[in-house]
């Protein structure tokens, strides 16, 4: 292997990197030249003892000849840098691009990368070094200065038995020197889903723009215009294709969603990106000691995701379903009716929803029941007998749960008691930081420190102890962490911060919990809620969003996702038979009606029009029905295999308009929405892509489709919806049959 003029042979044992170790290619060549000189000692004992012709010391030269061009070709031809049987990697040191093809006889890669943007363009590049592992063939790459000293290791390992190539980075030598490494993956024709909540949440990804910033979880609705990722975010994309990357969380990730072009001028990127940031990554002061890695794997297509995720263990199955009731009954929240929240507004609210709701599975009491947030006990000047108020939901048939949080306001009681025993996430001079957050001033429960998490289930078993049922979790963003944080267990990833809260807090409550900040945390089999959305259409946080953001959740693994609740915030600062927007209001409604979870807050005959209440007790019911039949099976197969319950019409589908669609979506594999995300005023008919097969439309049409798109008239009185008659539902027991739309 020849580079840049030097002639070097290599041992055929592995050559490992350690990127704390200032390996370099001349001691290789130091090595290598030592096992030659036993080699020629050994050949001049063979030749005195055996004599041979001259033509058979020309055939074997001819042979060594042979063999040396062979090995030059493996070398230098780049088809055989490392491959499996399933996909093939070439990195080229000229253009630092990083190529995957599915196959050797493929013409045009299915990936293009172009690596090392964070590194100077004139540090010279050495290798490849060649190992072998039992997890399979890599190939290394070492970036040195003009002195010769090495700065950076990059290795390539692709997979044994799998279809996987990862990428890895490590610095070398002194922290003085503080790399970023910055790879960016060419979109190309494909499309992109994946990596988290966003407050404009596009679909497909290419669709929108995303500035290079730290992946952690935020409170998006702090600061809607900088697109920063939400509550809910996995490092985990998908591509139309089948292309998966899963980017390893033990470093420091800034992510960038860039139309830059590269030098072939083929549209967006996406770049991953790692650097020394202390305020956000406070545990690395450098990069010295870290493997900034992600893998690169190909699925057979995107449908096959999900199974390949849970079969490679990147992406965990469920443990266990949700609380069905909740699932076909509506939530009802006190948020968005009850403008002084007290024990008499609360009941009162409950017998509203008895007398005219169809039906009602828990009652959520928002934040406010509490004196200072950071007490956990009921404020007894408003809520005086709490029990005998828990007493009366429950024989209503109401579970109660509450808003929680790790917030421990500086005015309440337990503030002090929290600071004195460390219960509170320090900063790096060793005091409490205190953050501040949309309802006062606090310190963070250290979810990291058994002592303060023993503390925190103790507050809330005294409020189950009351008759509690279970609870919601707000507040585990990473944004609300101190700048350059100090917990008791100091994580690597602060997003873990997000995990350890999740698996903490939510067995408190059992299969009712429901968390709105989730990380790797898939397994509990929980509700997750999306964040608070706006009274508006769009997909910048409005109707439109929650759609999409269902969709992103499902692709990540998450499939019990609970919308905000109907309407948002359309009842603040209006009395009842004044609320605004009342289609807008019955699309929400009808939206939802097809997702897990349905939930209520501002309550539908709080509008004028007397179609508002109708329209929304028709979806109540579709919503039940639907629930019963079909959804609370497909929870049950989510648990089993890992399928989320609301699909991307690309699961059963790879023609372009499945793959590009917003509206439209799936429950299951056998029923298909779509979606109506603006009002009437803007668009009476809408274009509807029906995939090939015999589906029957909600209002008894039957369309025996090859792939076609055909334009229906919209009605306020429902939102499309179509059963496909070629499957385990039957033309005459169909959800269709049952659920008509009129």
Known sequence: MATRGTSVRFSSQPHIFDGGMADDQEALVAEEQDKDKDSRRSSVVVARRNSVTNRYKITIAAIGVFVVGLILFAAFSPKFVGSTDHSLAIFSKETRQLLLYRARSDDNPVLELALANGLDKTLDIHGPYFSQSPTGSRETYQWKDGGGIPVANMSILTERNSSCVDVSWSTIGSSLFQPSYNDCIALGSSHWYGGGELYTQVWPLESGLINSTAFVSHDILNRPEQQLFGSVLEPLFVSSDGVVVIVNDSAPLFLGLSPAQDSRGSGAHLCLQSRKDEDIYPKYVSLSDVIFSYSICLADSAANVSRFLIDRGTVPKPVQTPNAAMMRKPIWATGGSIKSLNQSSVQALAQDIISRAPAFSALNIDNMFVKSYGDFVFNNVTFPRPSELF?????????????????????SENFDDAVQHGYLVRGSNGQVNLVKWWNGLAGIIDVTSPAAVTWFLGQLGALLALGV??????????????????????????????????????????????????????????????????????????????????????VLGYPFVVPDVIGADCGAGHAPGSLPNSELFIRWVQLTAFLPVMQFSTPPWWYADPAVEALSWQAVALHGNLSQRVMEPLAANAVAVGEPIVRPLWWITQEEPALVTNTQFLVGNDIMVAAVVQPLSSARTQLVYVPAGRWQHCNGTVFSSSGQQFTERLSLNYIPYFCRLSSSISSTNSFCALQPCR
């Open 469 to 554: 049922d279970s609870f919601q979790f707000h507040g585990g963003e990473v944004e609300y962490l101190p700048l350059q944080h100090v917990t008791h267990v100091q994580l690597r990833n602060p997003n873990v911060f997000s995990s350890l809260y999740a698996r903490q807090a939510t067995p408190a409550g059992g299969n009712i919990s429901m968390t709105r900040g989730s990380y790797k945390v898939q397994e509990l089999g929980h509700f997750v809620a999306l964040m608070d959305k706006s009274f508006t259409w769009g997909l910048d946080n409005g109707l439109h969003s929650i759609l999409t953001s269902t969709l992103t959740l499902s």
């Open 391 to 411: 007493s009366f939901l429950k024989s209503s048939g109401f579970r109660v749960t509450l808003w929680e949080s790790l917030f421990v306001n500086v005015d």
